[in-house]
Structures are given as structure tokens and as C-alpha cells.
């Protein structure tokens, strides 16, 4: 695609529950990171892949959050037993190898009730 | 590590004025930094960047910033603001051994009256 894909648009959830959030890099952009952007805050990094392996995840909040990248394109970041602090904007980028930028999809807006 | 801190978190000016957003930074290591804009439901989209050389970055919409180290601050200008220069800016700093883990100030949201 033209850019980073990140759905769904907004998610609303229970407490306790299990949600998956996937990320479509730009095509053939082998670094793809995770960020998460609390109300009235900068993006905070979760975890950084280079291909398919996740090269630093020391942004994960705990070990309810988990990411993979089973191909080294598409990744999900999956949350188990949400909780309401988990609400934010969860934010995906893209680059190349060498690249000048990253680029940011539009975001998945999690609600957890 | 890296941090940023965003001086005013919102800024309004006149159309045609000059925006000025102040972003100071801490860093162990020379650090690479980043303007990003963000338009209401829209992604992040860098402006500008410093790593290395030229302390003077010109970005796209008539934006630039000076990296100035001995004041720790790389500060946001464009000379006539624009209507649809109205958006949230954000500050990032990075170690340079990864680009893009970058670490974000809380950002200014700039609204431009007419």
C-alpha cells in the first residue's frame, strides 16, 4: 500500500478481555516499530522489529503486551487482560534499511471499559 | 537516555506572525533530533530532522530548526504562520544507534487565528 495500514481504526473493549491490533507496514520496509500515545502525551515506544525478530522491546509495559512480526511485513501487538490504563492510541511505523524517515500509520484508537 | 521537554503545551499566534515551539532535550550521547507534525486524524509526519553537520534544518512547509548544543534545544520556527499550520507538534530525541526509537515530548498543539 501507499502507507503504513494500522487496523482497526478505533477499538472498544471490556476489562479482562483479549484485543489484537495489526500494523501493515509500507511494502518492503524491513524495520517496523511500536508506539503508544496516551491522552495528552508524546508517543511512548513499545518495541522495535528488524524483519521478523523483535530487536528491542524493552517498551513493553509488562508481559500483557505482546508483539510478533511472523513474516517480517505484517505485525500484530496483542494485549491479554486489558485494562483500563490500557487505553491509548497505539501507533505503528515503518522504515527502510538505511532510511531517511519513518512513517507513521494513523494509529488504533483502544477504549477499554 | 533521552527525554524532551515541550515548553508550552498550547501556542496561538496570528495568521502571518511568527511560531516559535521551544523543545530542549537531555541526552548522554549526540543525539539525533526530530520535528514531527500531526493533523487532526492523521499519522505522525516528520518535518525535520537533525544528525549530523549543518546545525540549521530547513524541513517541508517553510519550517526549520536550529540545533544549538550548548543550550541543549532544538527549537521550532516558521517565519508567517499559514491557517493550516494548525496542528499538534512534536518533539523527539533518538541515540542514533536506532533512528526511529525515538523519545517524544508531550507536544504543543498550535492554533492559528485569522
Known amino acids: 500500500g501507499a502507507g503504513v495500514s494500522q487496523t482497526p481504526s478505533n477499538k472498544v473493549t471490556e476489562k479482562g478481555k483479549y484485543v489484537e491490533l495489526r500494523c501493515d507496514p509500507i511494502?518492503?520496509?524491513?524495520?517496523l516499530y511500536w508506539y503508544r500515545q496516551s491522552l495528552g502525551q508524546g508517543p511512548e515506544f513499545l518495541i522495535y522489529?528488524?524483519?521478523?525478530?523483535?530487536?528491542?522491546d524493552s517498551g513493553l509495559p509488562n508481559d500483557r503486551f505482546f508483539a510478533v512480526r511472523p513474516e517480517g511485513s505484517v505485525s500484530t501487538l496483542k494485549i491479554q487482560r486489558t485494562e483500563r490504563g490500557d487505553s491509548a492510541v497505539y501507533l505503528c511505523?515503518?522504515?527502510?534499511?538505511?532510511?531517511?524517515?519513518?512513517?507513521f500509520g494513523q494509529g488504533t484508537r483502544l477504549t477499554v471499559v | 537516555a533521552q527525554s524532551v521537554t515541550q515548553l508550552g503545551s498550547h501556542v496561538s499566534v496570528s495568521e502571518g506572525a511568527l511560531v516559535l515551539l521551544r523543545c530542549n532535550y537531555s541526552?548522554?550521547?549526540?543525539?539525533?533530533l526530530f520535528w514531527y507534525v500531526q493533523y487532526p486524524n492523521q499519522g505522525l509526519q516528520l518535518l525535520l530532522k537533525?544528525?549530523?553537520?549543518?546545525?540549521l534544518v530547513k524541513g517541508i512547509n517553510g519550517f526549520e530548526a536550529e540545533f544549538k548544543k550548548s543550550e541543549t534545544s532544538f527549537h521550532l520556527t516558521k517565519p508567517s504562520a499559514h491557517m493550516s499550520d494548525a496542528a499538534e507538534y512534536f518533539c523527539a530525541v533518538s541515540d542514533g544507534s536506532n533512528d526511529y526509537k525515538l523519545s517524544f515530548g508531550a507536544g504543543t498543539t498550535v492554533t492559528v487565528r485569522a
Open positions: 537533525y544528525t549530523t553537520g549543518a546545525t
Open positions: 541526552s548522554s550521547v549526540p543525539p539525533y
Open positions: 522489529f528488524q524483519g521478523t525478530g523483535a530487536a528491542d
Open positions: 511505523a515503518s522504515s527502510s534499511q538505511g532510511g531517511t524517515e519513518a512513517f
Open positions: 511494502s518492503g520496509h524491513t524495520a
